[in-house]
């Protein structure tokens, strides 16, 4: 049930707050990805694309706010199309390589960097318009200008800037990922900053930093304590790093997850986020070892279960979401089917 807020702009308008709940179960997601798992194996891989689909409305299907849920539309065949795309273009890669001069190769390898935002392009159009809620479909106008710019040209920057940069890149890339996705005809926008991006960079730095030397001295500790002693305290600290190494990523996850869901706007229904770090932390760290103790048999527990925490923190509100729904949806239907027969290309952005 909505849940109704009082805006800082107008007091004399309420603003109804809408929960984003998800219903999905480890357990039945189990029986899925295990068929999918086996199918794909069985087949060499064709089974994929429509092991995509059903683990996509599973979730689209399991995803409920205000009393209606999420529809994924696409077709497994449209998915098949691209990814044996994808599959002819690695072949002729390793093709060139091994068979062909290396002049050659230079000259592929640059044809593939110019075909890049092409395919971030298609991707994450496909993604966009093969989804709705309310019979509204999402959309993408980005163009190939604007996904060469964030994820060549931006990233160019980071790289010779020796990582300093990489903040403004992730600034960048989601303004233009954020920026030209629609629901029905809005327009989305998001207000997050290069320094909020930059917060997250220092952050995990100085993390990074402390828990660094920690591991160092301890080594060194463990080292002068003796051959024997030191080769089982040492793999303990390994093993203590490589928990580190995974808890400085959920951090990142978790942060980023908060600012870019915190930050989107549609007109005047806005996404808010309140993801704990440290909660995210222990839901990522608790995964991420029963999936090494299980040999990956916990994943669709530990895929559930992170969904299920983030959607549980993430919120709509709007004056009137039903009357947003009716104005975006008005001639939204024209882009639904005119990007109806693309096909995915397999690359998640």
């Given at each position: 049930?909505?849940?109704?807020?009082?805006?800082?702009?107008?007091?004399?308008?309420?603003?109804?707050?809408?929960?984003?709940?998800?219903?999905?179960?480890?357990?039945?997601?189990?029986?899925?990805?295990?068929?999918?798992?086996?199918?794909?194996?069985?087949?060499?891989?064709?089974?994929?694309?429509?092991?995509?689909?059903?683990?996509?409305?599973?979730?689209?299907?399991?995803t409920e706010v205000d009393g209606d849920r999420f529809v994924y539309h696409a077709?497994?065949?449209?998915?098949?199309?691209?990814?044996?795309?994808?599959?002819?273009?690695?072949?002729?890669?390793?093709?060139?390589?091994?068979?062909?001069?290396?002049?050659?190769?230079?000259?592929?390898?640059?044809?593939?960097?110019?075909?890049?935002?092409?395919?971030?392009?298609?991707?994450?159009?496909?993604?966009?318009?093969?989804?709705?809620?309310?019979?509204?479909?999402?959309?993408?106008?980005?163009?190939?200008?604007?996904?060469?710019?964030?994820?060549?040209?931006?990233?160019?920057?980071?790289?010779?800037?020796?990582?300093?940069?990489?903040?403004?890149?992730?600034?960048?890339?989601?303004?233009?990922?954020?920026?030209?996705?629609?629901?029905?005809?809005?327009?989305?926008?998001?207000?997050?900053?290069?320094?909020?991006?930059?917060?997250?960079?220092?952050?995990?730095?100085?993390?990074?930093?402390?828990?660094?030397?920690?591991?160092?001295?301890?080594?060194?500790?463990?080292?002068?304590?003796?051959?024997?002693?030191?080769?089982?305290?040492?793999?303990?600290?390994?093993?203590?790093?490589?928990?580190?190494?995974?808890?400085?990523?959920?951090?990142?996850?978790?942060?980023?997850?908060?600012?870019?869901?915190?930050?989107?706007?549609?007109?005047?229904?806005?996404?808010?986020?309140?993801?704990?770090?440290?909660?995210?932390?222990?839901?990522?760290?608790?995964?991420?070892?029963?999936?090494?103790?299980?040999?990956?048999?916990?994943?669709?527990?530990?895929?559930?279960?992170?969904?299920?925490?983030?959607?549980?923190?993430?919120?709509?509100?709007?004056?009137?979401?039903?009357?947003?729904?009716?104005?975006?949806?008005?001639?939204?239907?024209?882009?639904?089917?005119?990007?109806?027969?693309?096909?995915?290309?397999?690359?998640?952005?």
């Amino acid at each position: 049930m909505a849940e109704t807020v009082p805006t800082e702009e107008n007091r004399t308008t309420d603003v109804e707050r809408y929960p984003i709940l998800f219903s999905g179960d480890g357990s039945e997601f189990f029986r899925i990805w295990i068929v999918n798992l086996l199918l794909s194996i069985a087949t060499v891989g064709i089974y994929s694309a429509w092991a995509k689909v059903r683990t996509k409305r599973y979730f689209y299907g399991n995803t409920e706010v205000d009393g209606d849920r999420f529809v994924y539309h696409a077709k497994p065949i449209q998915i098949l199309k691209g990814r044996l795309i994808a599959i002819a273009l690695l072949v002729i890669y390793f093709l060139a390589q091994n068979f062909l001069p290396p002049e050659f190769n230079a000259v592929l390898f640059l044809v593939l960097v110019v075909f890049t935002p092409i395919i971030v392009v298609r991707s994450l159009r496909f993604n966009a318009v093969m989804s709705s809620w309310r019979n509204v479909r999402f959309g993408f106008q980005g163009d190939v200008w604007g996904a060469a710019k964030a994820f060549l040209f931006w990233p160019l920057f980071g790289a010779i800037t020796f990582g300093m940069g990489m903040p403004y890149v992730w600034y960048k890339q989601n303004q233009y990922v954020v920026g030209n996705h629609l629901f029905g005809t809005t327009k989305a926008d998001s207000s997050t900053t290069g320094s909020d991006f930059y917060y997250i960079f220092f952050v995990l730095m100085g993390l990074g930093l402390v828990l660094g030397i920690a591991v160092i001295i301890l080594t060194a500790i463990f080292t002068v304590a003796g051959e024997e002693a030191a080769v089982g305290l040492l793999s303990i600290v390994y093993i203590g790093y490589f928990v580190v190494y995974v808890g400085l990523f959920a951090v990142f996850q978790a942060m980023r997850y908060r600012l870019v869901y915190d930050n989107i706007g549609l007109d005047d229904t806005l996404l808010h986020s309140d993801v704990v770090t440290r909660e995210w932390v222990v839901i990522v760290v608790k995964n991420t070892i029963l999936l090494l103790v299980t040999v990956g048999l916990y994943y669709p527990w530990a895929r559930v279960r992170l969904t299920e925490y983030m959607l549980a923190h993430t919120t709509i509100s709007s004056p009137d979401l039903s009357s947003f729904v009716a104005r975006t949806g008005e001639d939204s239907n024209a882009l639904g089917e005119e990007l109806g027969e693309a096909f995915d290309l397999g690359i998640g952005v």
